[in-house]
């Protein structure tokens, strides 16, 4: 139990073009989400909290207009990175929580290099 | 300022050893404390969580928490090769639905 997905795994987008990754939670419902971005070798960074059918909590220095972030279902997440620029290459991890022991279970992971 | 610190070694154990990580936490508001092991180009695995303060065990993997030293620590026993990885130590403050402060994690090398 407690699987969670990415999508894409890997994408490769020009500087000011946008991006979407989901992040599903395949097997539990997740009311809560989490977004982390992790730079080479450096740790998880929280971006954003997710929770479905309400606006997300973004961490101090996270720009919310650029990393747009939805949660419509109780199963599914979405972030945008609008206008990405080669510094937001990086590696972007979601999480889902399960209910009752606030375990978080993180998807694959969505590598993205912005040329 | 929530911190979270560990060694980031590497450490090296011989297999069939304890290896022992170790973490320590800056917020004594904290409550609620997991280890991943992250394998390289990865995302992180759960591997314990432990909320009060003593030891949890499940298999080879043994958590401890002290709140009053504001320190965790997670021991493996009968380490295997295959345990080589970089392990993360996480610190949720509020105990709820929040997100994770993690540490930078330490690299364990398990050696044949």
């Known amino acids: 139990g407690a699987v969670v997905s990415q999508h894409p795994s890997r994408v490769i987008c020009k500087s000011g073009t946008s991006v979407k990754i989901e992040c599903r939670s395949l097997?539990?419902?997740?009311?809560?989400m989490f977004w982390y971005r992790q730079f080479p070798k450096q740790s998880l960074m929280l971006m954003a909290t997710s929770n479905e059918g309400s606006k997300a909590t973004y961490e101090q220095g996270v720009e919310k207009d650029k990393f747009l972030i939805n949660h419509a279902s109780l199963t599914l997440s979405t972030l945008t990175v609008t206008s990405a620029h080669p510094e937001d290459s990086s590696f972007y991890i979601c999480?889902?929580?399960?209910?009752?022991?606030?375990?978080?279970?993180f998807g694959p992971g969505t590598r993205l290099t912005v040329t | 300022q929530k911190e979270v610190e560990q060694n980031s070694g590497p450490l090296s154990v011989p297999e069939g050893a304890i290896a022992s990580l170790n973490c320590t936490y800056s917020?004594?508001?904290?409550?609620?404390f997991f280890w991943y092991r992250q394998y390289s180009g990865k995302s992180p695995e759960l591997i314990m969580s432990i909320y009060s303060n003593g030891d949890k065990e499940d298999g080879r993997f043994t958590a401890q928490l002290n709140k009053a030293s504001q320190y965790v620590s997670l021991l493996i026993r009968d380490s295997q090769p295959s345990d080589s990885a970089t392990y993360l130590c996480a610190v949720n403050l509020g105990g709820g639905a929040d997100g994770l402060t993690f540490g930078k994690g330490t690299h364990l090398i398990i050696q044949p």
């Open positions: 917020d004594r508001g904290s409550q609620s």
């Open positions: 097997d539990f419902q997740a009311t809560t």
């Open positions: 999480s889902a929580m399960t209910g009752g022991t606030y375990e978080q279970y």
